[in-house]
């Protein structure tokens, strides 16, 4: 079955620390890769989103991914986090092809010390 | 992209009592939508697909005649959580796909006292 895992599920950090977040999903066919982000008391927003190319893909706020075929890994990161990333980030996984049924990891909480 | 509004955003309700949720595309015409519902410190599942015009498509385990859902246009599908107990109590989520990605409506927080 498919799945998708993110094994931190809480992060701290202080600010300007570099991040990167976990995340390998489980599939055997073609991927689209996603990570979305939900700031406090806002709905889910994409950062991200892989589909084919070049795996290091670049999002907002300075985010950025790498996606290592070879270990199912699609992992988040940034150089120098700040106070204003606080909030919970979620990977996500599509068949490239039939349904666009997302499968999303259970998130993680990452807080950010001024 | 895709604007997605959801109401309410919050509502608390007794047991025994149905509640409807809506989910509004604003600025894009979704034949297809999808309702997701998120546990505290867990993902989001997805509970069903909703199809403009047509049923809906439902996961396995989720109750259809539990969760009415109805696309009954191109911008609004409804979620209606029937005879609501508290065990239903949780955050659903609508989305819209568009330019192979979703949009996600601000989610509706659901208590069932």
């Known amino acids: 079955a498919q799945s998708v895992s993110q094994h931190n599920h809480h992060v701290i950090l202080s600010e300007a620390a570099s991040l990167e977040l976990g995340c390998n999903y489980s599939y055997g066919g073609t991927v689209n890769l996603f990570w979305y982000v939900q700031y406090p008391g806002q709905h889910l927003q994409l950062l991200l989103k892989y589909f084919s190319g070049d795996p290091l893909v670049k999002g907002i706020k300075g985010f950025e991914a790498e996606f290592i075929k070879s270990k199912f890994s699609f992992n988040l990161r940034k150089p120098s986090v700040q106070w204003s990333d606080t909030a919970e980030y979620f990977c996500a996984v599509t068949p490239q092809t039939g349904t666009y049924k997302y499968i999303f990891g259970t998130g993680t909480r990452l807080k950010v010390l001024a | 992209g895709a604007v997605v509004s959801q109401h309410p955003s919050r509502v608390i309700c007794k047991s025994g009592t149905s509640v409807k949720i809506e989910c509004r595309s604003l600025?894009?015409?979704?034949?297809?939508m999808f309702w997701y519902r998120q546990f505290p410190k867990q993902s989001l599942m997805l509970m069903a697909t909703?199809?403009?015009?047509?049923?809906?498509?439902?996961e396995q385990g989720v109750e259809k005649d539990k969760f009415l859902i109805n696309h009954a246009s191109l911008t609004l599908s409804t979620l209606t959580v029937t005879s609501a107990h508290p065990e239903d109590s949780s955050f659903y989520i609508c989305?819209?796909?568009?330019?192979?990605?979703?949009?996600f409506g601000e989610g509706s927080r659901l208590t069932v006292l």
């Open positions: 600025d894009f015409q979704a034949t297809t």
């Open positions: 989305s819209v796909k568009a330019t192979g990605e979703l949009f």
């Open positions: 909703s199809n403009e015009g047509s049923k809906a498509t439902y």
